[in-house]
């Protein structure tokens, strides 16, 4: 019997979500929780096998519990269950241990085929997901800055502005504008606040 828990803010999702398991004959819902932390309590006294997580919530987001679960409970397979399909949702949910992504509008048919199948350890994605975890693989220099990259960013997070960051680093204003477009191409973003955002996410920046 595979034991499974809910984890969603939302009680209407949970609800339809308990409904989607019922009546069978080899998966049974031990639990709801309503945010991540309750979430990894929750999986942890009710020795659940798979937990259908939420990405988006209060308290504890699913990434978070996600990568507390990895640590507490390293026997169970969390599935990621969201509307949300960017690369920056998919990635760091994968990297903090979901054995699967799926969104919301999958079929109750496919919900279930997809706890069987990450009960027995096999990753179930999203076509959405798979595009981006195959993207990100096909793109190895993805994420790696060089030291002057790095440079650049940390002046960038502490305020510079390019012509700031050219004179600190004795190069020329076109030579910052270059290295800003490779780390935005490397971090995946589009502008300066997001390349700092994530660069603090990845641990890049002090």
Do not use: C, W
Request: proline share 3%; net charge negative.
């Amino acid at each position: 019997m595979i034991r499974l828990l809910i984890v969603d803010d939302h009680p209407i999702v949970r609800s339809g979500l308990r409904g989607s398991f019922s009546n069978l004959e080899d998966i049974v819902v031990v639990g709801e929780a309503g945010n991540g932390e309750e979430g990894v309590k929750l999986a942890v006294q009710l020795a659940a096998d798979v937990v259908l997580m939420d990405l988006r919530m209060p308290i504890l987001d699913g990434v978070q519990a996600t990568a507390e679960l990895r640590v507490t409970l390293p026997s169970a397979r969390v599935i990621i269950l969201t509307t949300f399909d960017s690369e920056n949702d998919v990635l760091p949910a994968i990297e903090a241990g979901a054995i699967g992504y799926l969104l919301k509008d999958a079929l109750p048919a496919e919900l279930v085929a997809a706890v069987r199948s990450a009960a027995r350890g096999e990753a179930v994605l999203a076509p959405a997901a798979t595009a981006h975890l195959i993207g990100r693989v096909s793109r190895p220099e993805s994420g790696v800055l060089t030291n002057r990259e790095l440079e650049v960013l940390q002046l960038v997070a502490d305020g510079a502005s390019n012509k700031e960051a050219a004179a600190t680093l004795f190069i020329g204003q076109a030579s910052v504008k270059t290295h800003l477009q490779h780390i935005f191409h490397k971090l995946g973003v589009n502008d300066r606040a997001a390349a700092v955002a994530e660069g603090y996410r990845r641990r890049l920046l002090s």
